[in-house]
């Protein structure tokens, strides 16, 4: 089925669409969105299942993993549990996909919505650092990862990859933003080998050379008690500078990594990228496109993408209200320093001096922030209050949800917390020398949450099989210190010394 659909033409627009396009993107324009060139397509709902389960590009190296999202996204469809709209990719020019069978009215809040995306996307400092060109370099891992699979076999790969993405989160968020230092306190790399095709590695890399680098390397490290110097962040980073792995093991971890620092800026602007994108789509249907006849489609439709369900967040439902909150407040000059000293609250709430800064604000915020500058610095208590936001947690003998506060730094800090790191745990490197055996050890720091044992297991023994010796995580359960160390067999825990 996915390969009837990669390798045929691909379906443009209709003439009723195009003329769409050209007056939304014109529209767009007029509002002052600046954004890559964009190229629509349509699928039908397969075509963009399949779409949707390799991350939104048409090519992804082969893995058991796109079948199942694809087989996840496709009986979600048929049960009526959810439906794609759109779907659109951060790449220069951004390629985005519409839905067959969608009412005109949808067609154009999806363009609309799009094209606030790639004004964000082209804009935002975050992405800045991205590969604008990753629809090549994805097409150009699968074509590595199937040399790979036709040299080693399909199943030794595969089970490689399974590896690789299970550590996939163990990486530096910030590391493109800055130039990498070198790991200070090793010698040099573990692995000596020069770059070389499979053929010539022979040549390039005699087995007696290697070798003797190898010992050399080893002795070297013997008289370094600890490296590296302070703790390496990126453990993907780390592994791939330091491990010990066959060519072709490397280069499939280095595919890994990239992958997962090209998606890393849309995990860490997910509320200001669907806020800014609903902010565009619903001043410009309210305002320019919208016909009488679509008006009450329109609301029903748009009203479902930004309802909130108990007890989750809805990104597109906040991020479009700060943004709509900061315009506010920007043009009616609810900022600055005589602002911020008058406490009075019915004098707050009569402020306006008619500043209306409030779009240029908007433009500047979506510029420079990320989600957690942006719920740090706007997100208000009277935002809080009338947007009645507040703080559930579970009744361990009911099992029943209850609200545990509505007060304002409570809701921040809650919300600031779910967006540090994604909700995953931050590991770092602190020694890949412990006991003078080469073992790896990790450091946890403690923030209120214990590590998932399950998780930890099978993390650390994945671990271990790239490092090639034992891993040690260095943690606290229940409050406690504790030591949880994997060495490729038999996973163990054990209190530490606390430092």
């Known amino acids: 089925m996915a390969d009837s659909f990669f390798f045929r033409a691909r379906r443009?627009?209709?003439?009723?669409?195009e003329?769409?396009?050209?007056?939304?993107?014109?529209i767009a324009k007029g509002h002052g969105l600046d954004f890559f060139e964009t190229i629509f397509?349509?699928?039908?709902?397969?075509?963009?299942?399949?779409l949707a389960s390799y991350g939104g590009f048409p090519t992804r190296y082969p893995h058991w993993r796109w079948g199942m999202e694809y087989l996840q996204m496709q009986k979600g469809y048929e049960y009526g549990l959810h439906k794609i709209y759109e779907m659109v990719i951060n790449t220069d020019p951004s390629y985005a996909y519409l839905l067959d069978n969608n009412m005109m009215v949808d067609q154009k809040l999806v363009m609309a919505h799009v094209f606030g995306h790639v004004d964000f996307f082209k804009n935002n400092l975050w992405f800045a650092p991205t590969n604008r060109k990753m629809l090549d370099q994805m097409a150009n891992h699968a074509a590595r990862v199937q040399k790979h699979i036709n040299a080693q076999g399909h199943d030794v790969v595969e089970a490689w990859i399974d590896i690789c993405l299970s550590i996939d989160n163990l990486i530096d968020p910030h590391a493109v933003h800055y130039p990498k230092e070198p790991v200070q306190g090793q010698v040099s790399p573990v692995d000596p080998r020069l770059p070389a095709s499979d053929y010539m590695d022979p040549y390039i890399n005699p087995p007696a050379v290697i070798a003797a680098e190898r010992e050399k390397a080893a002795q070297a490290a013997q008289a370094v008690q600890t490296f590296p110097a302070k703790p390496e962040r990126d453990v993907l980073g780390f592994l791939l500078q330091y491990a010990q792995m066959s060519a072709w093991q490397r280069d499939i971890l280095e595919m890994v990594r990239d992958e997962a620092l090209y998606f890393v800026p849309q995990g860490q602007t997910k509320i200001m990228n669907e806020g800014w994108a609903s902010f565009w789509h619903t001043t410009m249907m309210t305002q320019d496109i919208l016909t009488a006849a679509e008006v009450i489609d329109y609301a029903d439709h748009h009203s479902g993408t930004v309802a909130t369900q108990p007890g989750q967040l809805n990104p597109y439902k906040l991020g479009l209200e700060l943004f709509r909150h900061?315009?506010?407040?920007?043009?009616?000059?609810?900022?600055?320093?005589?602002?911020?000293?008058?406490?009075d609250p019915r004098e707050r709430a009569a402020w306006d001096t008619q500043a209306m800064g409030g779009r240029a604000k908007i433009f500047e915020v979506r510029?420079?922030?990320?989600?957690?500058?942006?719920?740090?610095?706007?997100?208000?208590e009277s935002f809080v209050a009338e947007h009645g936001l507040f703080v559930w947690e579970r009744d361990k003998k009911t099992g029943k949800f209850n609200v545990s506060t509505r007060e304002f730094k409570a809701v921040k800090q809650q919300l600031l917390f779910q967006l540090s790191n994604r909700g995953q745990p931050r590991l770092s490197v602190v020694n890949a020398n412990h006991a003078n055996r080469g073992e790896l050890v990790l450091s946890h720091p403690y923030e209120g949450l214990d590590i998932q044992l399950d998780w930890a297991e099978l993390t650390l023994g994945n671990l271990?099989?790239?490092?090639?010796?034992?891993?040690?995580?260095e943690t606290h359960i229940e409050g406690k210190p504790t030591l949880l160390s994997h060495d490729g067999s038999a996973f163990t825990k054990s209190q530490r010394e606390a430092v």
């Open 41 to 50: 397509e349509v699928c039908d709902f397969d075509e963009i299942n399949m």
């Open 19 to 26: 003329e769409a396009r050209v007056h939304i993107q014109d």
């Open 464 to 473: 271990s099989r790239v490092w090639g010796r034992p891993v040690h995580l």
């Open 12 to 17: 443009g627009l209709s003439p009723e669409l």
């Open 367 to 380: 510029k420079t922030h990320n989600d957690i500058t942006f719920i740090d610095e706007f997100l208000d």
């Open 326 to 343: 900061i315009e506010e407040r920007w043009n009616k000059g609810q900022h600055g320093r005589d602002w911020f000293r008058t406490q």
